[in-house]
């Protein structure tokens, strides 16, 4: 085989190609263009699989050399042109492709084509995964588009805790300064900071735009204003140029007061200036924007949490989330930018119940008729970025009564890769199979006569189809270290792979997803892989057993959130696991019902009733809608007592089953990674103890029931 490349190098991509440069002794190489990218990775990729030096060639000379790889787009390869007719091609749009064998007398090639040079890259990484997962690669014909535009990661990089480095921030792989891009020019690497390119960049760029990710906000949501600075652009800059080649843009996050910061003297505004309908606000931040897309032409725009967790925002200064969004949307619209204003707000003199406070202020402005008789207020290009549940990022969630319920607005759905309430970088857990829930869930829309809308999951209305818009994002939380697997756990790289490839593809399968991963990364040996898979998708619902089973919110240790502490009080009851659990000598769990905060009312009328009654109730989400009485019978015929101390426990054994499963894959397993891993799920088994043990004494106290025979805590 070979590799044939035409004109790759033809349209360089970068802005700073003068000043770009990696840090000394670089391993990967700065490519100018998405086809050098594409040749580089079959190349590497190909020599390695196969263990043989495939030569590249740019200009093949006639005729193309049996089973040679074709890449490239029709205007910068002939070979392309002639392959693929343009109408097949028209319908991939800007960044899907097409692979396809080619036929020639007794041989042929492969050609792997897109509209667009990131388009074939893409077609690349697809080619690459069917060699490397040993599928066929003959009698090839495949068209692939992304069903969303913005796959988009939101990098929380100061939260070190969640991927990266030890708890107390020492030792860990995030060691240099929490962030995966180094933008700090003080330090202990100091001198490595951007402008300068570190490997680690390119490696970036790489995982993600193989998996389809194209964007990612840099810093996190409780935004420092210094990255808006004119220092901070130049370095973005430089980072922007090196991801761009592989179809990844940026964005920033930011925080709503900005402007009135001396670091932008002169040119900062008072307090008073804050009107998101006035000219001095929406001018400071076209011309902050305007700033950055002179450094950065494809900069895509901001993140923004307002008004949440401390974070300022449009109600300070007597203006509303939509307000606030719309004036930085309007600042925004010349240089077609998109705003992505977070939704995760949950004031207090809202309602008594946390989970009802975003819609409860979203709702109504999205209601809004406007002027001209339109509906919703929200402009064209804010979109609301949503997480898929209404508390935040628990190991499982009924889905945010939101989805679909915005009608007018533009809705971004927000996943958290990076497992903060997951196990961190200690347990093992897959949360592919948590997102195909939450994207298959049926939301039960209705149009405006109350006729049940024909598409209408959460992917639906994410993807763009229930409701039209034509702009469409899904964003993955990240916390990206500096680890060579970037994630700290070895299996939780497997997270950042599903979150990437769903976003391309939402209807995809978890587990085909794991077995590809589980292929690329550990084994192709058939017994091998299949352990593996089978370790994975069981992993998160193993976690939600021994950690929240049957719907039982947020039992996590205040700031680590990742031990239990179920009888804790904080200041603030919202914050504290008893606010959530209820434990009392009736039963447990957060009436939500209309007997009790009527969360369920915000849902569309079929998944309203579903959740008003206790015997409708799925049993994984009963304790987020309803006060369990002990004695209450689940679907088992066991009490939900029982049932409930068997979750805890099936949960634990699952994990030691893993423990096991994976000790016995030694001789299969590098002698490194095997060690690695072992480690954590020892690790992972205690903690899972420990929750169960802890959670179950805690409820015991109340229950007063004894110890189901066979299901209490044995460790
Ligand atoms: C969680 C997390 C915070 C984060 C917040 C958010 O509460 O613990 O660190 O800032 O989510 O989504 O904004």
Redesign the pocket.
């Known amino acids: 085989t070979s590799i044939v490349v035409e004109n790759a190098g033809q349209n360089p991509v970068h802005r700073h190609t003068r000043n770009l440069r990696m840090e000394p002794g670089a391993r990967e190489k700065l490519v100018a263009t998405s086809l050098e990218a594409a040749r580089d990775e079959l190349d590497r990729g190909l020599d390695g699989l196969l263990d043989r030096d495939v030569p590249v060639t740019e200009r093949p000379g006639e005729p193309v050399p049996d089973g040679a790889v074709v890449v490239g787009t029709p205007g910068s390869s002939p070979l392309v042109r002639e392959s693929v007719p343009a109408a097949d091609l028209a319908g991939v749009g800007e960044e899907g492709y097409v692979v396809r064998s080619v036929t020639r007398g007794e041989g042929g090639y492969t050609v792997v084509a897109g509209n667009t040079e990131v388009g074939a890259l893409y077609g690349t990484y697809a080619f690459l995964r069917l060699v490397q997962t040993r599928k066929p690669v003959t009698d090839l014909d495949i068209s692939e588009s992304p069903k969303i535009r913005n796959r988009h990661l939101n990098n929380w990089e100061t939260?070190r805790l969640y991927a990266g480095n030890n708890a107390d921030g020492t030792g860990g792989l995030n060691g240099e300064n929490g962030s995966v891009f180094n933008f700090a020019a003080t330090g202990p690497s100091a001198g490595r900071n951007l402008p300068v390119v570190l490997d680690r960049y390119i490696v970036v760029a790489r995982a993600l735009a193989s998996t389809g990710i194209n964007g990612i906000t840099v810093n996190l949501?409780?935004a420092d204003n210094v990255y808006l600075t004119d220092a901070y652009i130049e370095q973005e800059a430089a980072l922007a140029d090196a991801l761009r080649p592989y179809g990844v843009t940026i964005a920033l996050s930011i925080n709503y007061t900005a402007p009135t910061d001396p670091r932008f003297a002169p040119d900062t505004l008072t307090e008073a200036q804050l009107d998101p309908y006035g000219d001095a606000f929406r001018g400071w931040w076209n011309r902050r924007a305007r700033t950055i897309q002179q450094a950065v032409p494809d900069f895509t725009g901001f993140t923004v949490?307002a008004n949440?967790?401390g974070q300022p925002g449009p109600q300070d200064f007597g203006y509303d989330h939509g307000d606030g969004a719309n004036g930085i949307g309007a600042a925004l619209e010349p240089l077609g930018m998109t705003v992505y204003w977070?939704t995760?707000v949950y004031d207090a003199d809202v309602d008594s119940d946390r989970l009802k406070r975003a819609y409860l202020e979203f709702g109504p402005i999205d209601d809004e008729v406007q002027e001209d008789g339109s509906e919703g207020r929200v402009a064209e290009n804010v979109f609301l970025q949503t997480k898929n549940g209404p508390l935040?990022?628990q190991a499982r969630e009924p889905v945010h009564p939101m989805f679909g319920r915005m009608e007018n607005t533009n809705q971004a759905l927000e996943l958290q890769i990076t497992q903060?309430y997951t196990g961190q970088n200690t347990m093992l857990a897959y949360l592919g199979p948590m997102w195909q829930e939450v994207l298959r869930t049926d939301t039960y829309a209705t149009d405006e006569d109350g006729g049940l809308l024909e598409h209408r999951r959460v992917g639906d209305i994410v993807d763009g189809t229930a409701q039209g818009h034509p702009d469409t994002a899904i964003v993955g939380v990240a916390n990206l270290g500096n680890a060579a697997n970037l994630t700290g756990h070895h299996f939780s790289q497997a997270n950042l792979y599903a979150f990437g490839r769903m976003a391309w593809d939402w209807t995809q399968d978890s587990g085909r997803l794991a077995d590809d991963w589980v292929r690329m990364t550990w084994s192709n040996e058939g017994p091998v892989a299949d352990t593996v898979v089978r370790m994975m998708t069981g992993s998160w619902e193993a976690l939600a057993g021994y950690q929240t089973p049957l719907g039982i919110g947020h039992q996590f240790a205040a700031d680590v959130?990742y031990d239990p502490y179920p009888s804790q009080w904080f200041v603030r009851d919202d914050w504290s696991p008893v606010y959530y659990n209820r434990a009392d000598s009736a039963g447990l769990g957060y009436d939500r019902s209309p007997t009790g905060s009527n969360l369920a009312a915000q849902y569309f009328p079929v998944l309203r009733e579903r959740y008003s009654d206790i015997r409708t109730t799925p049993e994984d989400l009963l304790m987020w809608f309803h006060h369990v009485p002990w004695g209450h019978r689940m679907e088992s015929g066991r009490t939900f007592w029982e049932e409930l101390v068997g979750r805890y426990q099936t949960g634990v054994q699952y994990v030691t089953w893993m423990r096991e499963a994976w000790d016995s894959l030694e001789p299969s397993i590098g002698a490194r990674r095997f060690a690695e891993v072992r480690e954590k799920l020892a690790a992972h088994e205690a903690d899972a103890r420990n929750w169960r043990d802890t959670c179950v004494d805690y409820w015991r106290e109340f229950s007063g029931r004894p110890m189901p025979v066979d299901q209490g805590p044995a460790s």
């Open positions: 939260v949501v409780n949490k949440s967790e977070r995760f935040d990022f903060e959130h």
